[in-house]
């Protein structure tokens, strides 16, 4: 079996090293205001996934993203939480998918004739063709 807290502790040694450098992820100290969607770090990718319960971001508005993320970013070192956060809730939620799916089911009977097939017999198959 996949030993995830092995690999959550290899992640987190990882970026630890990302301290001495001034523009890493883990070194940032401030707040965030991110303004597109494409510019969110992968880092944060799976954790909001798992969070708004959606693998589309781009359906969260870039407010609420940005609320998350401060609320629970400390500081230089926060990649740690952010990791550790996002392994407690692959362990929770259980279901990731769109947030706007209809919330009515639309049933198909299958005894009903719909369909090219069966709304059309052999005679639309065939074809006349002339000869010189």
Known sequence: MLDTQAI???RIEYYKKDMERPNSI???????QISD?????????EFLMY?????????VP??????????????PGSVEKIL?????LRQTVSNIGPIDLPKKKTIIDDNEDVGPVASYGNESFAFEAEVD
Do not use: Q
């Not at 969070?51 to 359906?59: E, I, M, P, Q, Y």
């Not at 870039?62 to 500081?75: K, M, Q, T």
């Not at 550790?84 to 407690?88: A, F, P, S, V, Y």
């Open 26 to 32: 883990n070194a940032f100290d401030g707040t965030f």
């Open 51 to 59: 969070s708004f319960k959606t693998a589309r971001l781009r359906r």
């Open 8 to 10: 959550l502790e290899e």
């Open 37 to 45: 969607h494409t510019r969110i770090h992968e880092i944060f990718y």
């Open 84 to 88: 550790r956060l996002t392994h407690e």
């Open 62 to 75: 870039l407010e609420e993203i940005n609320a998350l993320l401060n609320e629970v970013w400390e500081g």
